[in-house]
């Protein structure tokens, strides 16, 4: 990356190559496809950079190049990394690289990390966190900063759960979809055999439940269930479940937000693990 970003190439047609491909990660096909995935916005670029995301291109407008804002991300890309290309580009151009109403000035394309459920697995007292079809890109967002925070090994998404990077998730994770590994499109009966076989856990949260969430012993690995927000955790998980546990609520209230829950759940397991 150049140190001046006036000293960067331009691009002034939506039908440049470099472009064309960017809009394509606007599409979980085209992320799927490529690998990559876009970051909108100065703090989750930024965010996202220190945490390790590996940045491959950089568009900017020359009103953000301009700022002070725009010099100190252009500083910490040029730091973390110096072979980033990075454009220079109309506002027309990164308003269509944008699924926002108010895009910041700075959009970029960044390599989706990839990770096998037999790595994650493998690690020393693996503490996963498990989204099952969770649907709702705010609640995954956020389940994964959460997981980031209380020091999972590992995010683990089932079959049906909504993509992990796309715009909307990414935003809500502040920058821990590259700081904490994430298993994508995994089937139920795939991650209870691998688990089984690994010889951890799975704690299943289900609001019928006999056992409170913190009576377990959860100190050691464990995999850590929060099913879909509407019809609660998959049939297949919630039979094979080591254990299933409840968070006591009120009488009159049916149950949390998902990711309030699986907040609750990890943080648990954090404070036993301490």
Do not use: W
């Not at 394309?109 to 498990?130: Q, Y």
């Not at 909504?162 to 715009?167: E, I, K, R």
């Amino acid at each position: 990356m150049v140190d001046n970003y006036l000293a960067m190439r331009s691009i002034t047609s939506e039908s440049n190559p470099r472009i064309k491909a960017a809009k394509g990660l606007l599409r979980r096909r085209g992320r799927e496809k490529s690998g990559q995935c876009l970051l909108e916005g100065v703090r989750l670029v930024q965010d996202s950079v220190l945490a390790g995301a590996h940045l491959k291109t950089v568009f900017v407008t020359a009103e953000f190049a301009q700022t002070q804002t725009g010099e100190e991300l252009a500083a910490l890309i040029d730091t973390k990394h110096p072979q980033t290309e990075c454009f220079l580009v109309t506002e027309e151009i990164l308003k269509s690289l944008s699924d926002t109403q108010t895009p910041q000035g700075v959009v970029a394309v960044a390599v989706i990390p990839n990770f096998a459920l037999e790595d994650v697995l493998a690690t020393i007292g693996p503490f996963l966190l498990v989204a099952d079809q969770v649907r709702d890109p705010g609640n995954l967002g956020t389940m994964v900063r959460t997981a980031a925070a209380a020091g999972c090994t590992a995010v683990v998404l089932t079959k049906g759960t909504v993509d992990a990077y796309s715009g909307k998730v990414l935003r809500a994770t502040m920058g821990s979809a590259f700081r904490v590994p994430i298993v994508r499109d995994i089937v139920s009966s795939d991650l209870v055999t691998k688990l089984q076989l690994a010889g951890c856990p799975l704690v299943v949260a289900d609001a019928g439940a006999d056992t409170v969430y913190h009576e377990p012993v959860l100190s050691g690995p464990c995999a850590i269930v929060i099913g879909n927000e509407a019809t609660g955790p998959d049939q297949i998980l919630a039979s094979e479940a080591t254990i299933s546990v409840r968070i006591p609520l009120q009488n009159g209230v049916e149950s949390l937000n998902a990711a309030v829950a699986a907040a609750i759940l990890v943080f648990e397991a954090a404070k036993q693990r301490r």
